[in-house]
């Protein structure tokens, strides 16, 4: 069975997109730093701290949870609660980093990312150890 689709952008319409060319290089502190390529900063993302800054509350939502009987209603609302606040942290999280790509590629014609560590050791199936794995203050 053969399928065939148009494009939906016809070749002679499509405009390349304008900008200049920008580079992004991922980190631990500074989640992402953008250069154009002589060199000059356009633009930096800082790390997250959306589950940082709700660390106590989801900490004291955890021993709610450790508290209430195994497989009672009680326990199972303390879990949603639980799982309702981790998912506030996922979104701000997401948020910020939905609204940084889109200005980036709104911005510049070409945008090319550095690969991290992490993803050369995802790459190679080898793993750093897992102290490294959680950036924190020192």
């Given at each position: 069975m053969n399928f065939t689709r148009e494009a939906r952008i016809p070749g002679e319409r499509h405009v390349a997109p304008a900008g200049p060319v920008a580079g992004v290089d991922r980190g631990v502190t500074t989640a992402a730093v953008v250069a154009?390529?002589?060199?000059?900063?356009?633009?930096?993302?800082?790390?997250?701290?959306?589950?940082?800054?709700?660390?106590?509350?989801?900490?004291?939502?955890?021993?709610?949870?450790s508290r209430t009987a195994k497989g009672s209603a009680n326990r199972r609302k303390a879990v949603e609660r639980?799982?309702?606040?981790?998912?506030?942290?996922?979104?701000?999280?997401?948020?910020?980093?939905?609204?940084?790509?889109?200005?980036?590629?709104?911005?510049?014609?070409?945008?090319?990312?550095?690969?991290?560590?992490?993803?050369?050791?995802?790459?190679?199936?080898?793993?750093?150890?897992?102290?490294?794995t959680r950036a924190g203050p020192n």
């Open positions: 154009t390529a002589d060199g000059a900063l356009v633009a930096e993302l800082p790390a997250s701290r959306a589950l940082r800054d709700r660390l106590r509350h989801v900490k004291h939502l955890q021993r709610a949870v639980l799982g309702r606040a981790h998912a506030r942290a996922v979104a701000v999280r997401a948020d910020a980093l939905h609204g940084f790509t889109a200005r980036l590629a709104h911005a510049h014609g070409v945008v090319v990312i550095e690969a991290s560590p992490r993803q050369t050791c995802c790459a190679t199936g080898t793993w750093p150890p897992r102290s490294a």
